[in-house]
C-alpha cells in the first residue's frame, strides 16, 4: 500500500508547500498528494480553495491573480511563525524538486488546468512517468486528461464506490478509483482489483481508519500523519485528528 502525505504532511506544516512536502519525504511516505490550479495568466500552482484566503496573508480568487502576485503571499504564517515566508508553489517547482523523488498525486481542482496541465506533462515528456498521477472529483475532467494521456495513471475521486461505479471505471481510460474510506468494504475493494482498477483512499481520521485501509487491501492511502501506517510506537503524532487553524483539515481532499 502506498502511503501518501495529504496536501504533503499537512499535520506538521502548512498543506501544500515545500516544507509540508519535505516533511512527508522525512517521514518515509512514498509520495505526496497535492492539487493543482491556475492562476490567471495561466501558471499552474499549488492550492486547495479557489481563493487564497485561507491559506496565505493574501485575498481573492486564484483565477482572478497573476503569478506575480501570487509568489509574493505568505503561504506558512497562518500555520505558525516557522512557516512564515512559505510560498505557493508552482507545479513545475514540485516536478523539479520531487519527480522522481517521491510518487505525485496531483488532484486537479478546476477544469480550466486540465489543457495547460496536459501541456506541461507532455513538454516535458512526463506523461508515462512511472511516479505521477492525475486524480479528480470531475469525471469529465479526468476523462478528458486520461484520452489525452493514455499512459498516465488517472483517477476518480468519489464518495462513494459500488459495483456501478467499478464498471463504468473498467469500461473508460481512467482505471483507478479513490472513494473516501467511509465507503470503503472489502468486497468491494477485491471487486475493483478484479476488474483491473486499483483503490486509493482519503479521509483518514484515526489509526483505526488506517487500519480499515490496510484490510480492505486498498493501493494507497493519503493522510495527513504519514506515520499512522506504522505500528503505534509513542510518537507525538495524536491517535485521531486534531484541527488547527486551518478548519478544512482532516483528511478531505
Not at 151 to 169: C, D, M, P, V, W
Not at 229 to 249: C, E, H, Q, W, Y
Amino acid at each position: 500500500m502506498l502511503v501518501i502525505g495529504h496536501r504533503g504532511a499537512s499535520g506538521y506544516a502548512p498543506e501544500n508547500t515545500l516544507a509540508a512536502f519535505d516533511r512527508a519525504l522525512d517521514l518515509g511516505a512514498d509520495g505526496v498528494e497535492t492539487d493543482v490550479r491556475l492562476t490567471r495568466d495561466g501558471v499552474l500552482v499549488l492550492l486547495h480553495d479557489d481563493t487564497v484566503d485561507r491559506t496565505t496573508d493574501g485575498r481573492g480568487h486564484i483565477a482572478d491573480l497573476t503569478w506575480s502576485e501570487v509568489q509574493k503571499l505568505d503561504a506558512g504564517g497562518w500555520y505558525g511563525e516557522t512557516y512564515a515566508g512559505q510560498r505557493v508553489p508552482r507545479l513545475e517547482e514540485l516536478l523539479d524538486r520531487y519527480a522522481g523523488r517521491l510518487q505525485l498525486v496531483l488532484e486537479i481542482k478546476a477544469a480550466d488546468a486540465a489543457g495547460p496541465f496536459v501541456e506541461l506533462l507532455q513538454r516535458r515528456d512526463l506523461p508515462n512517468h512511472p511516479g505521477l498521477r492525475m486524480i479528480g472529483f470531475s469525471w469529465p475532467t479526468v476523462t478528458l486528461i486520461a484520452h489525452a494521456l493514455p499512459r498516465l495513471a488517472t483517477g476518480y475521486l468519489t464518495f462513494h464506490l459500488n459495483e456501478s461505479l467499478i464498471k463504468q471505471l473498467a469500461e473508460s481510460p481512467v482505471r483507478e478509483v479513490w472513494p473516501e474510506i467511509a465507503a470503503i468494504q472489502p468486497p468491494l475493494v477485491e471487486a475493483a482489483h478484479t476488474a483491473g482498477v486499483k483503490v486509493g483512499t482519503w479521509g483518514i481520521r484515526s489509526r483505526a481508519d488506517v487500519a480499515r485501509a490496510q484490510d480492505a487491501g486498498v493501493d494507497a492511502i493519503t493522510l495527513d500523519y504519514p506515520e499512522w501506517t506504522r505500528p503505534d510506537n509513542g510518537n507525538s503524532a495524536p491517535s485521531s485528528l486534531v484541527l488547527k487553524k486551518n478548519p478544512s483539515k482532516g483528511g478531505k481532499t
